[in-house]
């Protein structure tokens, strides 16, 4: 229920999808006694969408999710697994298909050639509301770790997942981690967050391996506009996604914290 209610609500709550149905509506009342507020709707839509498209307004927002973990080095200390979560690939005709989110898979595999001991894990069965699921996510991460030289043996598929609730759940339990093992958490930085509260929260004490960042980390991310309207949409939608994502976890109780951070060295695990 969990997993339907919030594509619904996020299709319903995203703002440039807002936008669009705003500019709709303000079409419709150009036709009617009410034309005037509706030129007025249209406007603000036009704005909203002209800053979500060409304005660092997204950075802006994405920034804080990025900076939350920092970043790692791939050789920092003995790692006994390496979890990497869905959302970045697919397959199409019986071929691999990866989006922008592709960081996700090939650091994955930069960390398992650099980590040989470790097990590399795949959580991630698929997403979509709508579309019938015929190949997994999973199916397109062993074709892909496959095809780049790693061994069969290593590999670990969780297929079943939908989102990150399901992601922490079901990969607990398939690889049932013991207190003294040491597993990373590869996801988007702008995903971080979210992910280790998860984790956190279904007892699963991971580490963050952020990658896939949207902003340069540096003063240009609050004054470089975006050349392609397309790009800056796109990234609004996943940080605005977050954000409502990090309070609606929270308040149902899927995460440990409402905007989870590195804890204290030394604090429990």
């Known amino acids: 229920m969990f997993f339907t209610l919030s594509k619904i609500l996020w299709f319903l709550a995203s703002p440039v999808n807002l936008a669009i149905l705003g500019l709709v509506l303000a079409s419709l009342l150009a036709f009617t006694r009410f034309s005037g507020p509706g030129r007025w709707l249209g406007l603000i839509c036009v704005v909203v969408l002209g800053l979500l498209a060409f304005s660092p307004l997204p950075r802006i927002v994405v920034r804080p999710l990025e900076d939350r973990f920092p970043q790692q080095a791939i050789n920092s200390g003995k790692v006994d697994g390496i979890i990497v979560l869905g959302g970045a690939i697919g397959v199409a005709r019986e071929d691999i298909v990866l989006n922008y989110a592709a960081a996700r898979m090939t650091k994955a595999v930069e960390l398992a050639r650099a980590h040989p001991e470790a097990k590399l894990v795949f959580a991630g069965g698929g997403g979509n509301l709508l579309s019938p699921i015929v190949r997994t996510e999973a199916d397109g991460a062993r074709l892909l770790f496959l095809g780049l030289g ?43 967050p979210r992910a280790m509260g998860v984790f956190r929260k279904a007892g699963f004490q991971v580490e963050a391996f952020p990658v896939d960042f949207l902003s340069a980390g540096t003063s240009a991310d609050y004054v470089q506009p975006y050349r392609k309207a397309s790009r800056g949409l796109d990234i609004a939608d996943d940080a605005f996604k977050e954000w409502v994502g990090l309070v609606a976890y929270y308040l149902a109780g899927y995460s440990d914290a409402l905007f989870p951070g590195p804890r204290p060295a030394g604090a429990a695990r």
């Open 150 to 192: 790693l061994p069969e043996s290593r590999l670990v598929l969780e297929d079943k997942s939908r989102n990150t609730l399901e992601n922490a759940v079901f990969t607990r339990r398939l690889v049932d981690p013991k207190p003294d093992e040491r597993w990373l958490l590869v996801t988007s930085a702008w995903h971080m």
